[in-house]
């Protein structure tokens, strides 16, 4: 059982055939930014998209959280699901679990899709959230989740839906949680957590805060392939699906970890 964690991490499924795809969320959402990633890719995949400490109906974390405990807990939540090796996706904070996780279980990582992050020798903004997270507790999420939008789409109705989605959740998160898992990010990235294997994605908006900061994590990761979807914030994924998923199933598709949608079962004669 990974440490500092209260117990194991809620995640939810869709998709019951295919190879597994583990969808990990940024700061201050949950696994549902991957909703429509998690719906279009289950015609080929099992999608899995798990709730990181302090978020959705996942546990609590004490001091002393390292982002290899969640790293650990969330491979701990796919081994309920299966033991096939799996296409690992991260958001923002996500893709600092789904580095950690690829070092941790190399055999079980086929492929790393990221987006909205960076590489940061210092990472100043972890203290300016650690701040207001202690100062404004879970009430922060609201403005929070806008600052990772593009401002065209923070001004629509999408926007404000998936904000007051997460909302309705903060009766199951926790600020001093979120606190600690900033923490956790703001220490120094080892050397040998860009040691990475297999085939990795960066997607990432122009209108990302982190956007620069891409280039310098893809500097990192050797071979790693970079693609910029033009007037798109931090969560591009749920700005514009229909693109970011085309990037990531072409990706999939070239690396030859697309399989053809198998067919359903038929039901006999009608």
């Given at each position: ?63 002393g959280l390292t982002m290899q405990d ?201």
């Open positions: 059982m990974a440490e500092h964690i209260d117990g194991p991490l809620n995640y939810e499924r869709l998709g019951k055939r295919g190879r597994p795809v583990v969808f990990v969320h940024p700061n201050p959402m949950d696994h549902t930014c991957w909703i429509y990633q998690m719906a279009r890719f289950s015609t080929w995949f099992q999608t899995i998209g798990i709730d990181i400490p302090g978020y959705g109906r996942s546990p609590k974390a004490s001091p969640i790293a650990q807990a969330c491979w701990e939540a796919v081994d309920e699901v299966t033991a096939a090796p799996c296409v690992l996706a991260g958001l923002s904070v996500g893709v600092h679990v789904v580095l950690h996780m690829a070092i941790q279980r190399p055999q079980q990582t086929l492929a790393l899709i990221m987006t909205g992050s960076g590489y940061y020798p210092v990472k100043e903004f972890a203290a300016k959230r650690i701040q207001q997270y202690s100062e404004q507790g879970v009430a922060f999420r609201y403005q929070h989740t806008f600052e990772d939008y593009s401002r065209a789409f923070g001004e629509t109705e999408y926007a404000k839906y998936f904000a007051n989605l997460f909302m309705e959740r903060n009766d199951t998160a926790d600020a001093a949680t979120i606190v600690e898992q900033f923490r956790a990010l703001a220490e120094p990235d080892p050397d040998w957590l860009f040691d990475i294997k297999v085939p990795s994605l960066m997607i990432t908006g122009s209108e990302d805060s982190a956007h620069q900061a891409a280039f310098a994590l893809q500097e990192r990761l050797k071979g790693c392939e970079l693609v910029t979807m033009e007037g798109a914030g931090h969560a591009c994924n749920m700005e514009r699906p229909w693109e970011w998923d085309a990037i990531a199933l072409d990706f999939l598709r070239r690396h030859g970890l697309l399989a053809p949608a198998a067919p359903a079962a038929s039901a006999g004669p009608s």
